[in-house]
């Protein structure tokens, strides 16, 4: 499947330079009710959860991508507000859990005898999120951490044949040279494509801006 990571323009060449992405921890996503989309108004489940969540962000990480790059949204919240870069790979559709929107939390009959919810419920809500974050379109990769190789609190994975890249998009406002990146990626034997990116004429996306592209690249 091919998938996209958009960020700033400085970590996507970070990223292309180091054959590297990195791996977010839960506890710093950008939505509160990770792990935590659950009605939670009984206060043993709320500390059962909690514990819970805690628990995976010790030992579970987790790489967020898009299925698309277009929607202008996530430009302007991923990508330095068009002027970053989104960065497609190729990965295997078993490695990748598709999100699932919710309207509302839900509602579970839990018996904690065990004081922890059960692992099904657990494998569900690592991947739910409140329907309004559907435009992102997201898949997820999960990822166990691996402490002996953290950088200054941060963990990467590395490029590889099951994450492969395969496209650079440079956004809208985005000043790096196209034939630069070309240059970069060349170094590093990767023949990934380059692509200018522009604001459509017509609606409300973003696509290929195919003279930019043209003319940079020769």
Not at 66 to 94: C, M, Q, T
Not at 107 to 115: A, E, I, Q, R, Y
Not at 141 to 155: M, P
């Amino acid at each position: 499947m091919r998938v996209y990571d958009l960020t700033g323009a400085q970590y996507g060449i970070s990223n292309i330079a180091l054959r590297r992405i990195k791996i977010s921890r839960f506890a710093e996503l950008n939505d509160p009710f990770e792990l935590l989309a659950v009605n939670l108004a009984d206060k043993t489940k709320r500390a059962a959860f909690k514990r819970v969540k805690d628990e995976l962000n010790q030992s579970k990480g987790l790489i967020c991508f898009s299925r698309n790059w277009k929607n202008p949204v996530l430009w302007g919240h991923y990508a330095e507000k068009h002027s970053g870069i989104a960065l497609g790979f190729d990965i295997p559709d078993s490695y990748l859990a598709t999100v699932i929107y919710a309207k509302s939390l839900l509602n579970v009959d839990l018996h904690l005898s065990k004081g922890r919810p059960p692992r099904e419920l657990v494998d569900r809500l690592i991947r739910t999120k409140f329907h309004d974050w559907k435009y992102e379109n997201e898949v997820r990769l999960f990822v166990e951490l691996d402490h002996d190789s953290v950088e200054a609190g941060k963990y990467f994975m590395p490029f590889s044949d099951n994450i492969n890249l395969r496209e650079v998009i440079l956004g809208p406002k985005c000043d790096l040279p196209l034939q630069g990146v070309q240059e970069l990626l060349a170094k590093r034997a990767s023949d990934a494509k380059v692509i200018q990116a522009r604001i459509a004429f017509i609606r409300f996306e973003v696509l290929e801006n195919q003279a930019a592209t043209k003319a940079d690249a020769s």
